[in-house]
C-alpha cells in the first residue's frame, strides 16, 4: 500500500481520469475525511462503497498507471510552485466555499487569503473601450487593495492584469492548462510578472493543455475566487458568460459594463443587465452594491474614460499626411470601415490600405474582428 502524505493523496486523486471534485467529496465522506485510507482500499473494498462505479474503481486502484507522482512533484519543484490541496491552510477561502470546488490547486506565486479579490474578464475580440475600461477598473480596484483574478486570455483579461501591475497591485492569473503551459504564447513576459506579484493557478496537471473542455472548467475558478465578478465585454455565447452564471450560482455578483447597443462585444453584458446583473459605470458602484467590501477610504471614483496615459498619439506628430489623415480620421469617428475611410479622405484605396497596415504594424490602430478600425491606446 502507498504511503503518502495527505497533501500527496489529494495531488492523485486530483489527477485521476473519472474522478472530479464530487467524486472526491463523496470518498472524503465515506473515510470521515481522511483521504489516505481511500489508498488503502482493495477493488473489492471500493466496490462496496455506493454508487461507485468500475471506471473510478480502476482509476484509484491503479492510479500509479495513470499518474507518476514522483516526476510531477520534481517537474513542481522546478518551477518552484506549489501544490495546495483542499485542507491546506493557505487554499483560497472562498473558492474551498462553493460545492465543487477542485480538490487541490497548483500555484506559482503566492496568494494572500487576506486580500479580497474581485474578478474582471472579458471578450478576446474586443474594442479599445473595453481595452481602457478593463485597465481603468484593474489600476483603481488595486489601488484600493483588492487582488485582480482573471484568465490571462488575450484582449480584457490581459488588460485588466496589466492594470493591476501598473499600479503595483496584486493578481491572480487562473490558466485553463497546466501552470508549465503559457498561453497564449505572446503573454510570456506578463505570465512572468504576475508570478512575481501575485500567483498563477490552476487545478490541471503539469503539461495539460488548453481546450473546449478546460476553459469552463477554469472559469468557475475565476467565479468561485472572488467576491464579485465584472463583465467588461462579451458576446451573448463568450466564455465569461460562463463566468457570470457560475458566480450567480455561487451567489457571487455579477456586475456588467454597458456598452453600444450596436457593438457586438456589447451583447452579452447588454444581455446580463437585462437579466439582473448590476451596471457597472465607475468602482463605486460596487461599493453601493457591496458595501462590506469597501474598507477603505472614500475617494472619488475615476469615470470610464481615457486616463493620461492612454491618451491616443497626437495627429500632428504624424510626418506622413496620408497617415495623418486617417488617423484624424478615426480620431474623429471613433472607427469606421476601410469604405469609410476611403470616402472621408479622398485618398485612393491603395495608399489607405497601406497606411492603415503601417499603422497597425506600429501598433496605433487595430482592426477589429468586424472588419471596422479604431484607434489604439498608447501605453
Known sequence: ?????????????????????????????????????????????????????????????????????AEEERKLATLRGKFLSISSGNYPTLLREIPDAPTGIYTIGEIDNSVKNIAIVGSRTN????????????????????????????????SAHEGALAVKGQ??????NGIDVIYPKENATLYRRIAENGAIISEFVLGRHADRQ???IRNRLIAGLCHAVIIVESDRFGGSMITAKFAADYGRHVFAVPGRIDQPSSSGCLALIKEGASILTCVNDIFEELPYL???????????????????????????????????????EKSATMDSIITFSELPANKVLHSLQMLEIRGLTLKRYDGMFEIKAMR
Open 214 to 216: 478546460t476553459f469552463p
Open 171 to 176: 493578481t491572480i492569473a487562473v490558466l485553463g
Open 127 to 158: 474594442t479599445l473601450y473595453g481595452l481602457e475600461t478593463a485597465r481603468m477598473l484593474a489600476m483603481e480596484l488595486s489601488r484600493r487593495g483588492f487582488c485582480i483574478v482573471s484568465g490571462m486570455a488575450r484582449g480584457i483579461d490581459t
Open 1 to 69: 500500500m502507498p504511503s503518502f502524505s495527505e497533501d500527496q493523496a489529494f495531488m492523485v486523486l486530483n489527477a485521476l481520469p473519472n474522478i472530479g471534485p464530487c467524486t472526491v467529496q463523496k470518498l472524503l465522506l465515506h473515510f470521515r475525511g481522511d483521504v489516505r485510507r481511500i489508498f488503502c482500499c482493495t477493488a473489492d473494498q471500493l466496490k462496496r462503497i455506493p454508487r461507485m462505479d468500475d471506471q473510478i474503481i480502476d482509476s484509484i486502484a491503479n492510479h500509479s498507471k495513470y499518474f507518476n507522482l
Open 294 to 332: 469597501d474598507n477603505s477610504p472614500k475617494q472619488t471614483a475615476l469615470p470610464l474614460e481615457i486616463t493620461d496615459e492612454l491618451r491616443p498619439q497626437q495627429a500632428s506628430e504624424f510626418s506622413c499626411p496620408v497617415e495623418r489623415k486617417i488617423y484624424e480620421i478615426l480620431l474623429r
